[in-house]
């Protein structure tokens, strides 16, 4: 397992911007898919979008598509997730999560086997 450690979530009014950032050490290689989650209060933990560490094929949930970018920066072994055009509904804590395998189009967090502790985005309406 690796871990990871998540910042960059705050409040921001509806239509702004935020970035998460993903830190992950330990042993890690082009091989991990690495992905965001969220979890809003009352709700089940919901897909956001994937990222494979190799090549960088991308993955997103319906609901953020054309306004969240996934990336990552291996020299720096950190993912970050650009959201543009906030939206109350976006409130949630935010989870980074990491696989040791290579899988595309799936939103699944049952295959991630490492999670970090989570950041809060508030969007206020």
């Known amino acids: 397992q690796v871990q990871l450690v998540e910042s960059g979530g705050g409040l921001v009014q509806a239509g702004g911007s935020l970035r998460l950032s993903c830190a992950a050490s330990?042993?890690?290689?082009?091989?991990?898919?690495m992905g965001w989650f969220r979890q809003a209060p009352g709700k089940e933990r919901e897909f956001v979008a994937t990222?494979?560490?190799?090549?960088?094929?991308?993955y997103y949930a319906d609901s953020v598509k054309g306004r969240f970018t996934i990336s990552r920066d291996n020299a720096k072994n950190t993912v970050y997730l650009q959201m543009n055009n906030l939206k109350p509904e976006d409130t949630a804590v935010y989870y980074c999560?990491?696989?040791?395998?290579?899988?595309?189009?799936?939103?699944?967090?049952?295959?991630?086997?490492?999670w970090g502790q989570g950041t809060q985005v508030t969007v206020s309406s």
């Open positions: 990222i494979t560490w190799g090549d960088g094929r991308t």
């Open positions: 330990g042993r890690t290689s082009r091989s991990y898919t």
């Open positions: 999560a990491a696989s040791p395998y290579t899988f595309y189009n799936t939103d699944s967090p049952t295959r991630y086997n490492s």
